[in-house]
């Protein structure tokens, strides 16, 4: 009897062990670089963080793009989950067309739209083609800053909508049918539906690609990073430029603190505005 | 005021029909029960009466009023579900109210109108609670209180009272006619359970493989079904089935027994329900089997000439295994049916 008992934990182990070592370990040792210096414990770290003249704009920056990115992207997600669940035939292929971009890095996306924007690349050639410009245009030049907003947008877009619909539409095939059935006999019409039906049915499969696409977003740097090198700066690329432009672990550590906090609170705050009473669920 | 017309509908589903060319028109504020076994097509029939699915061919009219063509919202109908289908994130305040806000009524309205039809179906203290705090013959309730709200020309029920326990459906089932009488609404009841039908019944419709069979009142149906079918799916124990032999005009051989018969060119069917008869001298020759005493009568499964045959009997009739009995029909209730086409010869 006690044996199996003790089975599941023993099974568990190894993972845990593993995490333990790869994860909270090295964990707490950025920990303690945030919070010392020459073996003091001290916020000097943070303090260099936030007095550097671009620490305010990179804060700014990050958190502009993650709530332009997140609701785009929710937005898209949610209609196209909405399509592919009504989708009776070709519904298998669709999703694994529309998961291509899943499985690319996001350094090889943000190359992607790289080539498309770049001076040389296919944008320009086509409107010089097409006559509508005399020369190529410099679009991610330092003095087109919304333009290389855009551009990021486009590429955080077309990389990462996918994983939202995926979960989105794995969640509405948890709706039962009959739900809309009667919604739609007691005269609901599609709209109706869908605001009182399908999303607050969806919450939970929503608060977790919410969740997982917010981290996402406030840790987003290679897109960035290809598109406008240093020309729009982020939390996570300030934290490489710290690590290792600047040899600084300390300040590094500190941002990636930064991050971890913001990630924290928003995690929490969707888990709280998104919850579903025990006795109100499915 | 909603009579339901139904011309012509028919519905197939790739290569099978589940519909054949249904005509069948329901009086306003009749009860009328589909009644069928699974896959006769009387869910079929309900939800293109509903507008959830739509119909290959034919027309639905709903009190003057064609709707074939009509979302369920624009048809003036509500409907319970097998399921119940009650919104689990709402309230049971506000699953019943949910029509009346689609139709952007009045709170006070809104308000008034599901308390009076909480108080109808007795769940007036459950207003506050969810689905998922409710046993299944509350979360009926909540189904049928729902409807009722709409107040609705044409009330369409699925199979309502499946889900729940016997004692449950007994009980549902008398409260249901009660609440439904008074309400003054048609109503479309879907059921495979004959005993529902009859007892809920002003008209039964008898669906097998998707046809209506018969459409009369419950007492009709079982008196002189249409078909053989009728006869052998509605009783319980159903009819008794044995070859009429043909032996001179308007006289059959039965098991042994000359009966007169109809007018008849050849060989047919009799029939007889087992209450139809006696034991007495001259009947149909009959072997015991199984004796089956059920308190207020005696159900005895005998052998005639190889086929089942059934009798039910006054329950201090005594009957043991093996014992041979005369069973005498009464003359009136015999009925007879056409072998080949299966209908019912006057």
């Given at each position: 009897m006690r044996s199996t008992k003790a089975l599941p934990y023993l099974l568990l182990a190894p993972a845990t062990i593993f995490l333990v070592v790869f994860f909270l370990y090295p964990f707490v040792l950025v920990a303690i670089d945030a919070f010392t210096k020459g073996g003091a414990v001290t916020l000097d770290n943070f303090r260099t963080m936030t007095s550097n003249w671009k620490f305010s704009e990179t804060l700014r920056n990050t958190m502009l793009l993650a709530a332009v990115v997140v609701p785009i992207q929710l937005a898209m997600a949610l209609s196209m989950a909405t399509i592919v669940s009504k989708l009776s035939m070709g519904r298998s292929a669709i999703l694994y067309i529309f998961a291509i971009p899943l499985g690319l890095s996001d350094l090889a996306a943000g190359l992607i739209w790289l080539t498309i924007f770049e001076q040389s690349g296919f944008l320009n050639s086509w409107l010089v083609s097409l006559g509508l410009i005399d020369k190529p245009i410099m679009f991610l030049g330092y003095q087109n800053k919304w333009v290389i907003f855009t551009a990021v947008v486009l590429g955080e877009v077309w990389r990462a909508t996918a994983i939202m619909m995926v979960i989105l539409v794995a969640g509405m095939g948890l709706i039962p049918k009959e739900y809309y059935e009667a919604a739609e006999v007691f005269g609901a019409p599609p709209w109706k539906r869908f605001t009182k039906i399908t999303l607050p049915l969806l919450r939970p499969s929503l608060q977790t690609a919410l969740i997982l696409r917010v981290i996402l977003a406030f840790e987003v740097f290679a897109v960035v990073a290809a598109l406008s090198g240093t020309q729009f700066p982020v939390l996570m690329g300030e934290t490489y430029h710290w690590q290792f432009t600047l040899q600084d672990r300390g300040v590094a550590a500190a941002f990636a603190m930064l991050i971890l906090a913001i990630s924290i609170a928003f995690t929490l705050l969707l888990l709280y505005l998104l919850r579903v009473p025990r006795e109100a669920r499915l | 005021m909603a009579e339901i017309q139904i011309k012509g509908v028919a519905k197939r589903f790739g290569a099978f029909t589940a519909l054949h060319q249904i005509d069948l028109t329901i009086a306003d504020q009749e009860f009328m029960v589909l009644l069928g076994a699974s896959g006769c097509g009387k869910t079929t029939l309900l939800r293109i009466i509903a507008g959830l699915e739509t119909p290959s061919d034919g027309e639905v009219w709903i009190g003057g009023r064609r709707v074939d063509h009509l979302p369920p919202r624009e048809r003036g109908i509500a409907m319970v579900f097998q399921n119940y289908a009650v919104f689990p994130h709402l309230t049971v305040y506000e699953n019943i109210a949910f029509g009346l806000r689609m139709q952007k009524k009045p709170q006070p309205e809104v308000d008034q109108r599901v308390k009076r039809t909480a108080e109808l179906m007795h769940i007036e203290q459950l207003l506050q609670r969810y689905s998922g705090q409710l046993s299944g013959g509350q979360r009926q309730r909540v189904a049928v209180a729902r409807a009722l709200a709409m107040e609705p020309d044409v009330i369409l029920m699925d199979?309502?009272?499946?889900?729940?326990d016997a004692l449950l459906r007994l009980e549902m089932r008398a409260e249901l006619k009660g609440v439904l009488a008074h309400s003054r609404t048609t109503a479309i009841y879907v059921t495979h359970d004959q005993v529902e039908a009859m007892s809920l019944a002003d008209r039964i419709a008898v669906m097998h493989q998707g046809r209506i069979v018969q459409a009369a009142s419950p007492v009709e149906v079982y008196r002189n079904p249409a078909a053989r079918f009728v006869g052998s799916f509605i009783g319980n124990p159903p009819m008794n089935f044995l070859p009429a032999k043909k032996s001179g005009e308007e006289q059959f051989i039965v098991a042994g027994s000359t009966l007169k018969g109809p007018k008849a060119s050849g060989d047919i069917e009799f029939a007889i329900r087992p209450e139809d008869m006696d034991v007495g001298p001259g009947g149909i020759p009959a072997t015991v089997r199984v004796v089956e005493p059920l308190g207020a009568h005696t159900l005895i499964t005998t052998d005639v000439d190889g086929k089942i045959f059934r009798v039910v009997l006054d329950s201090n009739a005594e009957a043991k295994t093996g014992d041979r009995l005369s069973l005498v029909p009464r003359a009136d209730r015999i009925r007879w049916f056409d072998p080949q086409s299966t209908s019912a010869i006057q």
């Open positions: - | 199979e309502p009272l499946s889900n729940l």
